[in-house]
């Protein structure tokens, strides 16, 4: 198994420029999560999803949006990027709902 | 709301000293608690978890961890730190779909 893949490891972006991050995971887990990771801040959760077509809000989700069509796949959509989404951003999965286990490698986005 | 919290931003310690990373939960009942660890430019490595019944947690990588309801705490330990521990722990709890992390702390293996 992968595990939990994300794609690209890094992204530098304009003010107003749109990108997705890929998040993919070979585990079958119904639950992903995507959390930003800022420093000092702990890890704060933007969007999850309980298994294909199902989706909510975290704690952070105002800028971004997502979708999960598939149970593999679940992509965070950034439509115009501000300077305030420079962070470091970690999907997550697991089988067990709230108990995150296996977090992918992240992708650091810097905004200019 | 449950939540967590690390006291320490910055621990520094020798190769081969003992190791305690502090965890303070804030929850009525007792909680589900989590360990991480994360290296430089890596994920969060899940270490241990905590759910009922005996209250020192084996982990992964020579750690253990200790619940204790009395002091609403939840700390990390290692007898021995190797220069390859040197990353930042986060303590965490579930909370409704989501888990909430501590802010972290981050550990420095003096040679």
């Known amino acids: 198994n992968a595990g939990v893949t994300q794609t690209p490891k890094f992204r530098i972006l304009k003010i107003g420029q749109s990108m997705t991050l890929q998040c993919t995971q070979d585990?079958?887990?119904?639950?992903m999560y995507w959390y930003r990771q800022d420093p000092g801040m702990g890890l704060k959760l933007i969007y999850y999803?309980?298994?294909?077509?199902?989706?909510d809000k975290g704690e952070v989700p105002n800028g971004y949006n997502v979708s999960r069509s598939t149970t593999e796949d679940f992509p965070l959509r950034l439509e115009l990027a501000a300077p305030s989404q420079t962070s470091v951003y970690f999907c997550?999965?697991?089988?067990?709902?709230?108990?995150?286990?296996?977090f992918g490698p992240g992708t650091r986005l810097t905004v200019t | 709301a449950q939540s967590v919290t690390q006291p320490d931003i910055h621990i520094t310690v020798s190769e081969g000293a003992s190791l305690e990373l502090r965890c303070n939960y804030s929850?009525?009942?007792?909680?589900?608690l989590f360990w991480y660890v994360q290296s430089p430019g890596q994920g969060l490595q899940l270490l241990l978890k905590y759910f009922s019944g005996d209250t020192l947690v084996q982990g992964i990588k020579g750690f253990e961890a200790e619940f204790k309801r009395s002091q609403s705490s939840f700390n990390l330990r290692k007898p021995s730190v190797h220069w390859s521990d040197a990353a930042e722990y986060f303590c965490a709890v579930p909370f409704n779909n989501d888990m909430r992390f501590g802010a972290g702390t981050r550990l420095t293996v003096k040679p």
């Open positions: 929850y009525g009942a007792t909680p589900y």
């Open positions: 585990m079958n887990h119904n639950y």
């Open positions: 997550a999965s697991t089988e067990n709902r709230g108990r995150l286990e296996y």
């Open positions: 999803s309980v298994g294909a077509g199902i989706t």
